[in-house]
């Protein structure tokens, strides 16, 4: 479908007015309503209508932070374990990119933890995952994956970002700047984060949920499980919400006043961000309470509402997504196992197994899953090689993540690594060719979906190009 | 005050071209080119399709493209214009079609013979020199009136002395005026009242702090070093000499020289090593697991993107992996200028250093005596003193006595631990090394040694020095205690010590404690305290070994008087002496030493003599109060240094770093050939003397080089956007080709070329800028007006736009009275969200709020914490500084709204706003909020906006008397205690009517 002429007009617009022209100014310039305040400044999306009809209306993309072993997860590899303390061959590691090992003796580690046929679709996983296993005909497993980057801080951004330089937007910011929001009284784009038990929780910079180049509006709000869920959201100590009412009521009508001589349309936008912000202070508390949630659904997921769990944060991002929030990313740490692999995978799997299978069940019951795009993916994962004889060290060149729900072929494995595990070889993926399958399942092109920034024409997907995976589209 | 130069007239009238004017290139063909063409058809040869180049004017009318003059036949004519979507150019692929308009400007342009013209911004600067019939006027607006002129439009009269006043403080100050200086200047009839007022702000210490702010974002200023733990380093001092250079008026190319190689002028200063920390500013990690080679091509890449957005507003950064697509910059201009940084000692990965010293006079004054005194001290050390002399003799008499009677013998530790995890290790010399890392506080070292030896008859535990001259013990002055010794053999039992001999005891610590039974932390052996004095214990046994077997025994050395009283290491002998009281107790020394001392003293030669020397002073009780003066001159310099500033700086290494060409930036491809420091070829050159290499001084005198038109348009048009809220370009970070061309380029050139012929005078720019009458004019405009030019391009207006996220903070304390208005000094610490720093580690780190006058400081101190930037400061769009930012954006969110309602600071500042209106905005409610007015918008209020206030106040003044818990918590928001002489409702009920104020839109904005 080609974008009307307005269309056009309206995203050169856009592009050329990129950093200098506040965003809330570019709301008043698409000319919508200005009767409700809160409403006219709802973000309506830049690509207006999608590029082709969407199979996703949103994401959640649960990131295993640390990478993942695939060895240990979803890559079985009987050769590799045939190879058990052998030399890892030169020929698989010579002038790769290497982190911690580096300038060690490379010996092969078989894998740590049993793996065992699931489902119709008889998709082999670590046998751990037991209730993964019961939804994992809904599942495609991408055994391919690669990345560039092998330390944890470029390797986040470059998921996120596609680029390994700060100051690019995360995926979150770019969908939510391309199909604009469901809800005026939430934030598009909601982070979670949660920590595991095992003590290897890496740290995650707030660059990794940035807006980078895009206007702020777009960067994700890190929804917390301590304090104030949003920052700065309570009311002032003693002051009730009428009081806080009262204020915002009075700004209100005095940036009215203002208005009506001065003609700014940055003062409407203050005025609606206001009203916004006072919603906020409404459902965002509703939105937490997840204890109104039966007995049932909280089994489900084996969660306490609030008690920080990624189970807990699965339920979270449930309840976004109904209430129409774009782009919903949990961090769960703890991945980086340098060391005892397999008590590390063990422990990751019991804090993780229950609550992926009961999002999926979740969201198949209230039938979201169709429109919802899940995304489980590391980093990067990890070497076949033993690192300190228990684990294992970070790597690149291939590992494994899986998509369900949103478009996705399920009951599907695709692509391959060696006989070792080493280096993914069959029907190879990088990070660039997941987000342009992402925006696909979204409705847009990643080719035409682009923000001046610097002079370029910035994507997401980069500029080297990218392959939407047609092969898993459902 | 320095005046502009004009001398010719030429003068073009940018407007859009009529169809009477011939097109000109840079200003309506370049865009469309460049924006459809150059990707495939550009200066990057790697992606050239079809071996086209329309960036060139001979190649693209080689190639028949362009036959100039005939539409006919220029294929270029041919592909855009056709209905074949296999031949149609731009291609549908690239989703860039062009429109009607566009196709007709390239026809018209080829039919009026398709000229060129060099990238504006790389041609010499344009500049006005005379402004016919108008040249009284200010330059600027001189040139302002030709453009709105020719476009049919007028300028807007001068705004009122009161919004003017509120302008140029914030503009040039970052603060509201003063009530009383508002009213002055209204009321200063003086012809120059409104020159004289521009001067007063230019003389203020804040006019630094309000210039730094841009700037502090283009270099990437930040506390923290930005990748994965995201640790402070130490690099505060670049801040204050960027506020000071301002506030001086440093030149802007002196300015320039010192941050890029300030260290390498000649006899360079403090001051311009400081400068020099501009090259230390990048990202840098300390992750485990990072490679080097990748780091140093990021380092690589973060310098030379910071080189191209500072000062040349070029997107170089692009070809790290290619030839640029659009500018002609190429691959090897990229490492050619990184090449420029190769001398830059830095390392790849890992902690960064604490870099220089930074002291102000007072500090340098108390350094240079401290060191003095440890040279003095130091000195007397090492001079020769026949009594020290004569010990020494005795003591070399001693030891080989104890030599020559082999009395002790080395006994070999197969096994050493510690029962609660202390860490032993065994030495080659036999000798154990106690980790100081993970060392316990209360421990039990168990050693086991095998001998054959016959008819042992004593152990000696020998306390040994780490280093000469420290230990042995882990104690300041050495010491260290033993509680408890004992031995067991292979068959667990207890091996009776009769008696023990010391080298030193004290009476409250003598070696009988060490096998009395008791075990208790205050009862144990410990020798006379003397740093470096190496001390023994004797254990004489109560039976000897001599049943002619071999036998291992287990001794057990407990220590419980804390981990600061352990010994760091030992050696344990034995001895079959007989009599074994009267074995010599000597600590015999290293093999070294030793090896000097069996030399008879006339023949050693210097060296020899000098070691032993030093040695004998380090470790002997004599020398005792010499060297404590001097380890207490010592720790008097290291205590008094760490209480000076330090700052990242660079240092230049004498064999710099190899740079090749990475291919496609890959860092693991060795293949590229290596480069020297070469400026990007497309620009004029640098002279220097033939085979001379040149260095980043060399770079820094170019790019401030009259020859160089990119600098001063890049730095003016910057500071424009301080002054009218959008550049002249509004594309401030890349004035390359798919930048913004300037609307009024004559007038962005006229002033580079000022700023840059006559001195690069800063403070002379914005003055020109300031007394404009273009500054003047009033931001007020129709609906008609605002719909035809949004953005105040043609700038028949002023701007209005939101204060910066630093100046939102200034405003709100200062309006409150609490800003505490230093200058310079470490950043500091305003309230913070608990928890919010929950996602760093290594290690995690709990944020402390800053109390006192550090809680109240301007809003550029904020400690820049790269990966979690102060939440308030991220709401209204300071940048992380993590990659350099020419420019930022101005949004416009719930969360700035969620900042001013709720943040703490704003609450606490409305309360301090608070209680000054009720002390000194007169008694009556309407007479206060007319204060208040004034205070915080520099104007009173109209009746209708007093009235809505007015109602809050009743309101809440009524709901506050009811509910005294809530009143209570209300007012004790922040550290700041509220007046106690005060009614807590009126305060309650004014800090409502207060948070108003700090909310309005007007409070925000500048107009």
């Known amino acids: 479908m080609h974008p009307s002429h307005h269309e056009i007009a309206r995203r050169t617009f856009l592009g050329r007015t990129g950093l ?105 996983i670590c046998e751990l995952f037991e209730q993964i296993g019961t939804v994992v005909d809904e599942m495609c497993i991408i055994r391919s994956m690669t990345t560039e980057a092998i330390n944890h801080d470029p390797a986040h951004m470059f998921m996120n970002t596609g680029s390994q330089i700060a100051g690019r937007p995360s995926m979150g910011s770019w969908t939510t700047y391309g199909l604009g929001a469901e809800t005026d009284d939430l934030p598009m784009f909601v982070v979670l984060t949660s920590l595991g038990k095992g003590g290897q929780n890496q740290p995650i910079a707030a660059r990794q949920w940035s807006s980078g180049f895009l206007p702020s509006r777009f960067q994700g709000v890190h929804l917390r499980g301590k304090g104030d869920p949003v920052l700065y959201l309570s009311n002032p100590a003693g002051v009730s919400r009428d009081q806080q009412g009262d204020i915002v009521s009075a700004v209100k009508t005095l940036n009215g006043q203002l208005d009506s001589t001065l003609h700014d349309p940055e003062i409407a936008t203050r005025i609606a961000q206001y009203e916004m912000a006072y919603q906020m202070q409404a459902s965002v508390p509703e939105l937490m309470n997840a204890a109104s949630e039966p007995q049932s659904v909280l089994d489900l997921y084996g969660c306490q509402p609030g008690d920080g769990s990624f189970a807990a944060n699965c339920l979270l991002a449930r309840r976004l ?64 090689m033993s690192q300190s004889g228990t684990g294992r060290d970070h790597h690149n060149k291939g590992f494994s993540i899986w998509m369900a729900g949103g478009g996705v072929k399920g009951g599907l494995s695709y692509g391959a690594t060696d006989e070792l595990g080493y280096a993914a070889i069959k029907d190879v993926v990088n990070v660039h060719d997941v987000h342009a399958t992402m925006l696909h399942l979204l409705g847009i092109d990643h080719q035409r979906f682009s923000f001046k920034f610097q002079g370029l024409d910035a994507k997401l997907t980069g500029v080297e190009g990218a392959r939407v995976l047609k092969e898993i589209l459902a | 005050m320095k005046h502009i130069h004009f001398i010719v007239a030429i003068v073009a009238l940018p407007t859009l071209a009529s169809a009477a004017d011939k097109l000109q290139f840079n200003r309506d063909i370049r865009p469309i080119l460049a924006d459809r063409c150059f990707a495939c058809h550009g200066p990057d040869a790697n992606h050239r399709e079809a071996d086209l180049r329309l960036d060139d004017r001979a190649s693209a009318i080689e190639s028949n493209a362009i036959v100039p003059g005939k539409l006919d036949e220029s294929a270029l004519v041919k592909r855009i214009l056709s209905d074949n979507p296999k031949r149609i150019m731009p291609p549908p692929h690239a989703n860039k079609p062009l429109s009607a308009e566009q196709k007709a400007l390239l026809q018209r342009w080829i039919a009026e013979g398709a000229e060129y013209e060099g990238h504006w911004a790389y041609l010499p600067l344009n500049y006005a020199l005379d402004i016919p019939h108008r040249s009284k006027m200010n330059p600027i607006d001189s040139l302002v009136l030709n453009h709105l002129t020719a476009k049919g439009l007028q300028p807007s009269p001068e705004a009122d002395r009161r919004t003017l006043a509120r302008r140029l403080s914030f503009d040039l100050l970052g603060l509201p005026p003063k009530v009383e200086d508002v009213e002055a200047f209204v009321n200063d009839k003086s012809p120059d009242a409104y020159k004289q007022y521009v001067e007063r702000l230019l003389a203020s210490p804040h006019y630094g702090e309000r210039m730094a702010i841009a700037w502090l974002d283009a270099v990437r200023f930040a506390d923290t070093i930005g990748y994965h733990s995201d640790n402070p380093r130490n690099v505060y001092p670049y801040r204050d000499y960027v506020i000071r250079a301002f506030n001086e008026n440093k030149p802007f190319d002196q300015f320039t020289i010192e941050q890029l190689a300030g260290d390498l002028l000649p006899n360079a200063t403090q001051e311009q090593k400081v400068a020099s920390c501009f090259n230390r500013l990048l990202l840098t990690t300390e992750e485990g697991g990072a490679q080097a080679k990748d780091y140093e091509a990021r380092m690589l890449g ?20 290619h030839d640029h697509k659009f500018d002609p910059l190429t691959t090897r201009d990229f490492y050619s200028m990184g090449a420029f940084f190769a001398d830059v000692q830095e390392a790849a990965i890992g902690k960064r250093e604490p870099g220089m010293l930074v002291p102000d006079k007072a500090q340098e004054a108390e350094l240079t005596r401290l060191q003095a005194k440890v040279a003095e001290l130091q000195q007397a050390l090492d001079a020769p003193r026949p009594e020290w002399q004569s010990a020494q003799a005795a003591w070399e008499k001693s030891v080989l006595a104890a030599v020559q009677s082999s009395a002790w013998t080395t006994l070999k530790p197969t096994q050493a631990t510690g029962e609660q995890g202390t860490r032993l290790q065994i030495e080659k010399s036999n000798a154990l090394l106690v980790e100081a890392r993970g060392v316990k506080p209360a421990d039990v070292y168990t050693v086991t040694v095998t001998t ?130 009267d074995a010599p107790l000597v600590v015999l020394p290293p093999d070294d030493i030793l090896a000097i001392i069996k030399q008879e003293p006339a023949k050693r030669n210097a060296a020899q003599q000098a070691k032993l020397a030093t040695y004998f002073r380090n470790s002997s009780r004599e020398t005792l109060v010499a060297r404590q003066q001097l380890a207490e001159a010592k720790a008097a310099q290291t205590n008094f240094e760490n209480s000076v500033p330090r700052c990242l700086i660079a240092v230049s290494l004498p064999t710099p770093r190899t740079v090749r060409i990475l291919p496609r930036g890959n860092w693991m491809d060795d293949s ?31 790019i401030v080089s009259p020859e160089n038109p990119l600098t001063a348009r890049v730095f003016v048009n910057r500071v424009w956007k301080q002054f009218f809220g959008v550049g002249l370009s509004k594309t401030l970070d890349d004035l390359g080709s798919q930048g913004e061309t300037p609307v009024q380029p004559v007038l962005l050139d006229t002033l580079a070329y000022d700023f840059q012929s006559a001195g690069w005078n800063v403070k002379n720019l ?180 007093r009235r809505v206030v007015a109602e809050v106040f009743a309101k809440h003044h009524e709901q506050f008397a009811k509910d005294a818990v809530a009143t209570d918590a209300f007012l004790k928001v922040g550290q700041n205690a509220p007046p106690s002489d005060i009614s807590k409702t009126d305060l309650a009920a004014w800090t409502s009517v207060a948070r108003v104020i700090l909310n309005l839109h007007e409070t925000i904005t500048r107009n």
């Open chain 2, 766 to 945: 914005v003055r020109y800028i300031v007394n404009s009458k273009t500054y003047r004019q009033v931001s007020t405009a129709s609906k008609e007006q605002i719909a035809r030019d949004p953005e105040n391009r043609d700038l028949a207006r002023q701007s209005r736009f939101r204060l910066e996220a630093e100046l939102v903070r200034d405003n709100a304390l200062a309006i409150s009275g609490l800003l505490v208005p230093k200058i310079g000094g470490p950043s500091v610490k305003p309230y913070q969200p608990e928890g919010y720093w929950e996602n760093l580690n290594f290690p995690t780190r709990t944020y402390q709020a800053d109390t006192g006058d550090n809680q109240y400081r301007r809003g550029l101190y904020t400690w820049w914490q790269r990966s979690f930037l102060h939440p308030s400061m991220l709401a209204f769009d300071a940048p992380s500084r993590e990659e350099c930012a020419a420019d930022r954006s101005r949004s416009n969110i719930p969360q700035q709204a969620l900042v001013l309602l709720n943040d703490p600071t704003y609450v606490e500042a409305a309360r301090a706003f608070a209680g000054r209106i009720m002390r000194d905005g007169g008694t009556t409610v309407d007479a206060r909020i007319d204060w208040a007015w004034r205070q915080a918008l520099a104007r009173p209020p109209r009746d209708d906006e």
């Open chain 2, 672 to 702: 590229g050939p290596i480069v020297q420091a070469a400026l990007p070829a497309f620009l004029p050159q640098p002279q220097l003397a033939a085979g001379q290499k040149p260095t980043r001084l060399d770079l820094a005198r170019w």
């Open chain 2, 452 to 581: 054959a030896a016959q008819g042992i008859t004593a152990i000696k535990l020998d306390a040994l020095s780490t280093v000469v001259g420290q230990g042995p013990g882990r104690a300041a002055d050495g010491s260290f205690v033993l509680n408890e010794i004992s031995i067991v053999d292979e068959q667990k039992r207890s091996v009776k010590i009769a008696e023990v001999l010391t080298s030193s005891e004290t009476p409250a610590t003598p070696a009988a404690a060490l096998i009395d039974g008791k075990r208790d932390k205050s009862n144990g052996w410990s020798p006379a305290p003397g740093l470096g004095v190496e001390a023994s214990a004797v254990l004489i046994l109560a039976e000897p070994f001599d049943d002619g077997k071999e036998h291992t025994l287990t001794i057990r050395i407990e220590q419980l008087a804390g981990a600061d009283r352990t010994l760091g290491r030992f050696r344990l002998q034995a001895t079959t002496a007989a009599k074994p009281a």
């Open chain 1, 321 to 384: 997504a109904e209430r129409g929030v774009r782009f919903i990313q949990l961090y769960h740490k703890d991945w980086d196992h340098h060391g005892g692999v397999k008590a590390g995978v063990e422990q990751k799997a019991a804090e993780i197994d229950r609550a992926c299978m009961a999002l999926i069940r979740d969201l198949k019951q209230r039938d979201m899953l169709k429109d919802t795009l899940i995304v489980w993916a590391g980093e990067f994962g990890r070497t076949p």
């Open chain 1, 20 to 124: 200098t022209i506040g965003a809330a100014a570019l709301g008043t310039l698409l000319n919508t309503s200005s009767t409700r305040a809160a409403t006219a400044d709802k973000w309506p999306g830049v690509i207006q209508p999608t590029h082709h009809a969407p199979k996703a209306k949103r994401v959640i993309w649960l990131t295993m932070a640390g990478g993942p072993s695939h060895l240990e997860t979803f890559d079985y590899k009987p050769e590799l374990a045939k190879q058990h303390g052998q030399p890892m061959p030169e020929s698989f590691t010579k002038g790769q990119q290497i982190a911690q090992l580096q300038g060690q003796k490379l010996n092969c580690f078989g894998p740590q933890l049993g793996f065992k046929k699931f489902g119709q679709s008889g998709q082999e």
């Open chain 2, 302 to 321: 973060d310098r030379v993107r910071a080189v191209g957005t500072v000062w040349l507003g070029q997107t170089i950064g692009c070809c790290q992996c």
